[in-house]
């Protein structure tokens, strides 16, 4: 003992302080650092203002009604937003309503009952499907499963809703397979395995040892998950959901192939509408007009909006289950 | 290794020396596929390229303004007014159709026949079945069931639409007061595909369904196409000849800067809803040998291009039509010292 203290007792001659190596770069670092992050804030910063300034004059002309209203018309140059935003909004919530219980029970199964010869294979192919490319699904939903779809469940969904009842109502379109509810099931598809990925990754974070003592104590797995598991990732958890959530807000090139584009509010889940992006999609490459342009750019600005509040609103949520 | 990479800088020195010399053109996906085979064609023969970037005839508007590019090309001709302000020149080059199609069960290819005001009243949602007896009287001895029409139209903006909405104008004052033309509308009723393949593709899925798509499409998916009535009264079907006799009878000698829509020509085998596909170029070339360049590959395409289109089922331009449009460069695109940029021979 009195050796080791001995030998770790500073030198007596006094010596002069050595930098370390690495000294020189670590100013250049931070500022490489400081710049990426700057850059990331400008380009965002430049993509919102450049949005508002080019769509200003729809904004300007339109007033509260580009909200409000749902004429579309670029013969008269009279636009108004509501159909793409509520389209926008409807098909990302069904999408998320449709896709989380089953990114749940993916990531579930992953992490809890999975035979470790299967998970691998499994992961892997959770991470490819999250590799195709969006217009991959678009082709596939308009061609493949757009007719599969009228025939097997609009088809008899309309014909079984009896008359005058709310079912009639909500199985309203055209029994071709494209519209609202087909584009929200290939958005569910789309987001599904980013956010089973996810979780997954979130409920592997858990420490073995507080999964076995529940599992000691007697929980059930059900239990395990359901008490132990999800609230030790809730808030990461959360995370998780909204950026699915805010990959199903701007998806764009499935969605417009599928969704029946009509600027108008649906009447039914199976009926035709639109979303901001899909709107941008097909009428930016034509759209001659300036006021046509700008209202594209301006319904661009609503998305950031919304995109941004969606956002704004999983802080304060978090934040809330943090104090509470 | 060192030899591989000389060579590899050899092949891009050479390259670089040909993209120099290339043209480069942006707008209309509609003749894409053909100006792609004649520059393939032209480049074999005279080592000068094209690139052409089909990004929609709004864009390509755009671009030639922008002045990045050699040409614009659209679907939708300029106004004269337009094409004065903006300085610049344009010319059709080849010729389409646009092909009402329907999904109706035991009516075939060229079965049904429409005139264009009761088109229009089906695109309105006025006329909601098929057996309605505003289609059955144009269609005695055919056998139409009381389906419900779906109507389908493009989402997307697109020189077709305006073709088919224009012509819709032309046909019923409902149509031209309530909706217009344009290459995007508010449509009053039905489904938005994405691009010609979209239409198809719900028209396919929907029972009772109508669309319209360009005529290359009912070839490749073999699609039930609808006889219209000329302006003489008679019905006839979608073919080459058709579009070339609509292009012929137009008036393209009195058309101030070639501003003519092949719709509702005279004759009676002209397809009412034909239309000419544009490039738009500055009349002043800041760059004689650039104009030149681009002229010289369009008189070519004149000359030699025609087998190629219709092989991709365009139609050619007259010859009349070419000849005058040659003397149209001559008197109209000139260089810097007003010299005609290219004169043809």
Known sequence: MSDVSASLSPPAAPKKRVKPRGALFDPIFSVLCAAAATLLLSALAGVMASLLIGGWPAFAKFGISFFTSTTWNPVTEVYGGAGPIVGTLITAFLALVLSLPIALGVAVFLTEFCPSVLRRPIGVAVELLAGIPSIVYGMWGLFVFAPVFANLIEIPLISWAPPGSIWEKIFTGVPNGSGILTASIILAIMILPFMAATLRELFLTVPPKVRESAYGSGCTPLEVVWSVTLPYVRRSAIGAVMLGLGRALGETMAVTFVIGNSHTFPQGIFDGGSTIASTIANEFAEATGEMHTAALLALGFVLFLITFVVLAIARALLGSAKNG | ??????????????????????????????????????????????????????????????????????????????????????????????????????????????????????????????????????????????????????????????????????????????????????????????????????????????????????????????????????????????????????????????????????????????????????????????????????????????????????????????????AQIRKAWAANIKGPNGQPVYVSR
């Open chain 2, 1 to 322: 290794m060192l030899k591989t990479l000389t060579a590899a800088l050899a092949v891009t020195a050479i390259a670089g020396a040909a993209i120099a010399a290339d043209l480069s053109g942006a707008g209309a996906t509609f003749p894409a596929p053909i100006y792609a085979k004649w520059a393939e064609a032209y480049k074999a023969q005279t080592h000068v390229g094209l690139n052409y970037q089909a990004i929609g005839s709004g864009g390509g508007i755009k671009q030639i303004k922008a002045k990045t590019v050699d040409f614009g090309a659209s679907d939708k001709p300029l106004k004269v007014q337009e094409l004065k302000d903006s300085g610049l020149f344009q010319f059709p080059t080849v010729v389409g159709g646009v092909v009402p199609v329907v999904n109706i069960p035991g009516v075939g290819p060229g079965q049904l026949k429409l005139s264009g005001a009761v088109l229009a009243d089906i695109f309105l949602g006025e006329i909601k079945r098929w057996n309605d007896p505003k289609i059955t009287a144009l269609n005695p001895g055919v056998r139409l069931p009381g389906l419900p029409i779906t109507v389908v139209h493009r989402s997307d903006g697109s020189g077709t639409s305006f073709l088919f909405t224009t012509y819709l104008s032309m046909k019923n004052a409902a149509w031209a007061q309530k909706v217009g033309g344009n290459d995007s509308v508010e449509w009053p009723t039905g489904q938005g595909g994405k691009g010609n393949d979209g239409v198809a593709a719900f028209v396919r899925n929907t029972i009772g369904s109508i669309g319209y798509v360009e005529y290359v499409y009912i070839q490749q998916n073999k699609m039930s196409f609808v006889d219209l009535q000329t302006r003489g009264g008679q019905f006839i079907a979608p073919t080459e000849n058709a579009f070339a006799a609509a292009a012929s009878h137009g008036d393209w000698a009195h058309a101030p800067g070639y501003y003519l829509l092949l719709l509702d020509q005279p004759g009676a085998d002209s397809w009412p809803i034909t239309g000419a596909t544009f490039i738009l170029m500055y009349d002043h070339q800041q760059n004689p040998a650039v104009g030149e360049g681009v002229l010289k590959f369009f008189d070519w395409a004149y000359r030699y291009g025609d087998g190629q289109a219709k092989a991709l089922s365009y139609v050619p331009l007259p010859e009349p039509v070419k």
